[in-house]
């Protein structure tokens, strides 16, 4: 969770016009990680719920919000021309 807070605020804090060309792929390689970990977190939360080990509606809110988060960041991804996988 820290790494994509981290990642959130490192890219939400550059401006897509003024980013050199090393500093443009490393942002990119930072944000499919970060959406790939929410991917994941997203899968557990979702095996946890499942299997009775989160209640339900715990599982539906962290759910709701690594939505939201992924959402996000793809959205961002996309208004700088960034490539996601």
């Known amino acids: 969770m820290k790494e994509i807070i981290i990642s959130i605020g490192m890219l939400t804090s550059m401006s897509c016009n003024q980013v050199d060309q090393d500093s443009l792929h490393q942002a990119t390689i930072q944000l499919n990680t970060t959406i790939d970990n929410i991917q994941d977190m997203k899968e557990w939360m979702i095996e946890d719920q499942v299997s009775g080990h989160v209640e ?7 759910i709701e919000y690594l939505n939201e988060s ?16």
């Open 56 to 62: 339900w509606e715990y599982a539906e809110y962290y």
């Open 70 to 85: 992924e959402n996000l960041l793809i959205d961002f991804a996309e208004s700088c021309e960034l490539k996601i996988d």
